[in-house]
């Protein structure tokens, strides 16, 4: 079964400053991978996602990724955070018969102006 | 702006009650997904549908939860009896294809049982 590992449970950056969330997965084959976030006390949003091709991918927001195969990472960047960026990320991935989505555990991001 | 939308946004009931949770998936679309979120297990996928029929509802608990979608345009998930370890978020999620096309989250149900 696959599985998603988000190493940091929380993270704090400056505004202005750059981004990295880490996402490791664990799945045979190719998965599909997905990044979300969550504002509170709303639902999740896609932010992008990974099918195949070009390895890093353009989400919204001015996010990107980048998969790793070698590595079994899919981390999330973002080159200058904004206040409003402040969320719980998730990770996710599908590698079943169907669209079910194996989530990681969140990462809690907090941007200090 | 399609979305998907749910009713109630809050629910606070008692032990034992039943609770009735709504979803309807955006217009067109032919999947739909449940999950919880509490803070403990984090998103767990509850059940599954593709064109109204369930296809995986291995995450539910069988004895008290029940899913279904009476029609295309509305999904619901049902809690009887309800328990305080039932308090959670419980999201709706809707989408066109189970494997290329993603899951549009709809903004949460949260219940909270004492």
């Known amino acids: 079964a696959q599985s998603v590992t988000q190493p940091d449970i929380h993270i704090t950056v400056s505004e202005g400053a750059s981004l990295e969330l880490r996402c490791n997965y664990s799945?045979?084959?190719?998965?599909?991978l997905f990044w979300y976030v969550q504002s509170p006390g709303q639902g999740l949003q896609l932010l992008l996602k990974?099918?195949?091709?070009?390895?890093l991918v353009q989400g919204i927001k001015g996010f990107e990724a980048e998969f790793k195969r070698s590595q079994s990472s899919f981390n999330l960047r973002k080159p200058s955070v904004h206040w409003s960026d402040a969320a719980e990320y998730f990770c996710?991935?599908?590698?079943?018969?169907?669209?079910?989505?194996?989530f990681g555990q969140g990462t809690i991001l907090t941007v200090h102006p | 702006d399609a979305r998907v939308t749910q009713t109630p946004r809050d629910k606070v009931t008692e032990m034992g009650q039943e609770v009735t949770m709504r979803c309807q998936p955006i217009?067109?679309?032919?999947?739909v997904f449940w999950y919880r979120q509490t803070m403990m297990q984090g998103l767990e996928l509850l059940a599954y549908?593709?064109?109204?029929?369930?296809?995986?509802d291995s995450g539910m608990p069988k004895d008290r939860f029940s899913a279904e979608m009476p029609d295309a345009t509305l999904a619901t998930l049902k809690i009887q009896p309800s328990e305080p370890r039932d308090s959670a978020v419980y999201f709706c999620?809707?989408?066109?294809?189970?494997?290329?096309?993603?899951?549009?989250f709809g903004p949460g149900t949260r219940l909270l049982v004492l």
């Open positions: 999620a809707s989408g066109l294809d189970y494997q290329e096309e993603t899951q549009y």
């Open positions: 549908f593709r064109n109204r029929a369930p296809l995986d």
């Open positions: 217009l067109g679309h032919n999947t």
């Open positions: 990974y099918f195949s091709g070009d390895t």
């Open positions: 799945y045979g084959a190719t998965p599909y």
């Open positions: 996710a991935v599908v590698g079943t018969s169907y669209g079910k989505l194996t």
